[in-house]
């Protein structure tokens, strides 16, 4: 007897899976009232008779027209919306890639590769122009950086609602942290940050999307080493240039 169910197991899957399928495929739909007049609405038929349509739109407002007047009603997919402006919640993480500066005391132009975690919280006016505030890590093997900056960016819809370019342009400062890089400098100094990048914006919701970009950051920094008598030791500035690639998800 369990063999005989185990024959027929395949096809009630395909059948569960089929009727899911249908079911997800029906929430998608809408109805849409097309108009004598050249007009469109989209939403929910509440009444169909003779004499007059109801339709109920996004928002909840209901339009009530006589039938002569409709041209035509049908079921297509729903048209999504996205969001175009409001609060902006961005996280993401990637690769810093390149080389040891030049002028490092170990191991110069040595490539390496390490991570970077950010988090910013800002305004979108549209999709073309937000502004944000961020911060986050960045680490450059045994320099480690918590940066402040603004961030500028936007993407442009018009080519794609669902993928989009978009542009970003970080500049702040990058402050130096004990708590982070431990005893390996012990007196270590952040600067300038400045990071212009190109991606693409996906659209997976009507407010949340995936975010991937490639660009150049460029940290300003300086390590200090003294010797004896306080005041007496060595000075010396690093610039860390580097190949961004970064991830994430925006809200």
Known sequence: MIKVYLLYLPAMVFILLLTV??????????????????????????????DTISIEIVGGSVFVFPSSEAKGISREKKLVRYKESGYMFVLETGLLAGKRPGNSLTRANESINSFTLQCINGHEFRPELALGIGTGIDSYQNFTILPVYLRLSGSFPKVSQKFSPMYIVDGGY??????????????????????????????????????????????????????????????????????????????
Not at 35 to 46: D, F, H
Not at 177 to 191: C, E, K, M
Not at 217 to 239: M, V, Y
């Open 21 to 50: 399928s249908s079911a997800s495929a029906q929430r998608n739909l809408e109805d849409v009232l097309y108009l004598k007049n050249g007009s469109m609405l989209r939403g929910k038929i509440t009444e169909l008779s003779a």
């Open 174 to 251: 990058g402050f130096y942290s004990r708590l982070f890089n431990g005893n390996n400098i012990t007196n270590g100094n952040g600067g300038l940050m400045l990071n212009p990048a190109a991606g693409v914006r996906i659209r997976l919701s009507n407010s949340s999307s995936f975010i991937l970009n490639a660009g150049y950051r460029f940290q300003k920094g300086s390590t200090a080493n003294f010797f004896g008598t306080p005041g007496d030791g060595i000075r010396e500035k690093i610039t860390f240039n580097r190949v961004s690639i970064r991830a994430g998800f925006m809200f």
